[in-house]
């Protein structure tokens, strides 16, 4: 983190949603280790049997934040405040009370979504749309607010091939696909029905959300000074704050760890197909500068003709294909050398573009083994579980299908020679 940077958000009071998220814990630790930072507000939504004390405690004690507990032991006491609260209620659910504490904001930070690929597209809308929605209202009472950084993906257009650092017609307007899904005279059938009549190019419910969120963030451009970034594959951190330590074992990292696991044996994918991965220590730290970015930027030009949009990808930096990192993976033996205490069977993945080859494989070495297995397990009386295990890794890599056969380009890390140049001279 270069010392303008970090300058610009010491002192400051920042609220985050989906502080509990990949990059919000990424995000948290980098400002709390880095910055010096006033507060940090984090939305956090209850859940049943766990209290928001609980589940604060939970987040301290995650990997990621070993090292700022090991040099700065109580700046996450000191400078985090939880406020209760869901991007889905009117107002964020957020209380009179606490609202007034919200007074001296001056960052928002809006990650809080729905990744899963099969939501159903009446939830998708209610997180991804009407979160960001609330979260606007919210940053137009503040009158401190300098920037609001809206985190989008960099698959919010995924009927391109080359993406442009510009916003693209939605193909649906946000207001009535928000009134659309309030709407208790249509039922979620009807919604699925008539949405996928309507839309093309978008192989799933959270792409196409992401999409009318980004359209709606663009609509106050001109009320409030907000930018996107759409980072491509968060996966763990190279370097910082230790290498390694990913806040979450979801997506691609997911399915490396099945594949360590000995779960994963087989991968339907186009051979040219990159691994487009965004380290999550360089996704946190090109994010605060985007931050830093947008701030200067509104303050030459209160009413800009073009929303700020940053890209985060590796797609002009690494050009390895998944077969050619399985090719690497099987000839350094790396998952071998790595295996969990518990695993499936021997780790090592069948890469294939043949459709028909991928479903052998499937039932040989997924499906059969899985069924051997619960078989056992319900005659020593125990609970079935690998067959609904490879159930849910079938049809998680079914969504991910278009992602698996399509290559998305762009120009690269957004600003990358200024931000080099302001980190070397």
């Known amino acids: 983190m270069t010392n303008v940077v970090a300058d610009f958000f010491k002192d400051r009071e920042i609220f985050i949603t989906g502080g509990s998220g990949t990059v919000g814990k990424a995000v948290v630790d980098k400002l709390l280790r880095s910055c010096n930072v006033k507060k940090i507000y984090l939305l ?89 929605y609330e979260v606007l209202k919210l940053a137009e009472k503040l009158k401190n607010l300098q920037v609001l950084m809206h985190v989008s993906t960099f698959y919010s257009n995924p009927y391109l091939r080359f993406v442009e650092l510009k916003i693209y017609q939605s193909p649906m307007d946000w207001k009535f696909c928000l009134d659309l899904c309030y709407r208790t005279d249509i039922s979620d059938d009807m919604l699925d029905t008539l949405t996928r009549k309507l839309i093309v190019g978008f192989p799933n419910t959270y792409t196409f959300t992401k999409n009318l969120a980004e359209s709606l963030v663009n609509d106050y451009k001109h009320r409030l000074p907000v930018a996107i970034f759409r980072p491509s594959i968060v996966l763990q951190a190279v370097e910082d704050p230790e290498p390694g330590f990913p806040t979450a ?133 125990k609970q079935p579980q690998l067959l609904k295990i490879q159930r849910k890794v079938f049809l998680t890599l079914e969504v991910m299908k278009p992602f698996m056969n399509n290559n998305y380009d762009c120009s690269g890390i957004s600003h990358y020679k200024e931000m080099d140049l302001l980190l070397h001279g």
């Open 44 to 132: 956090m939504r209850p859940k049943k049997n766990h209290t928001l004390e609980d589940r604060l405690r939970k987040m301290k004690a995650e990997m990621i934040f070993r090292r700022l507990m090991s040099e700065k032991p109580n700046e996450f006491d000191e400078k985090i405040v939880m406020i209760p609260g869901d991007v889905q209620h009117p107002q964020l659910g957020i209380t009179a009370e606490l609202a007034r504490q919200l007074d001296n904001v001056s960052v928002i930070i809006h990650g809080a979504a729905t990744i899963r690929f099969d939501e159903s597209l009446r939830q998708a809308i209610r997180i991804n749309v009407g979160g960001t």
């Open 249 to 381: 074992l979801t997506g691609a990292l997911g399915l490396f760890i099945l594949n360590a696991a000995g779960v994963l044996k087989t991968i339907y994918v186009t051979p040219d197909i990159r691994l487009d991965l965004s380290p999550q220590d360089l996704v946190t730290k090109t994010l605060l500068y985007y931050i830093f970015r947008t701030f200067k930027s509104y303050e030459l030009d209160k009413q800009p003709k073009e929303i700020e949009i940053f890209h985060m990808t590796s797609s002009t930096h690494s050009d390895i294909t998944l077969p050619q990192f399985n090719v690497v993976v099987n000839k350094y033996k790396i998952f071998e050398d790595l295996t969990f205490e518990k695993n499936f069977l021997i780790p090592g993945v069948f890469v294939t573009n043949s459709r028909f080859a991928y479903m052998f494989m499937v039932y040989l070495k997924q499906l059969l083994p899985g069924l051997l297995v619960d078989m056992f397990l319900v005659a020593a009386g």
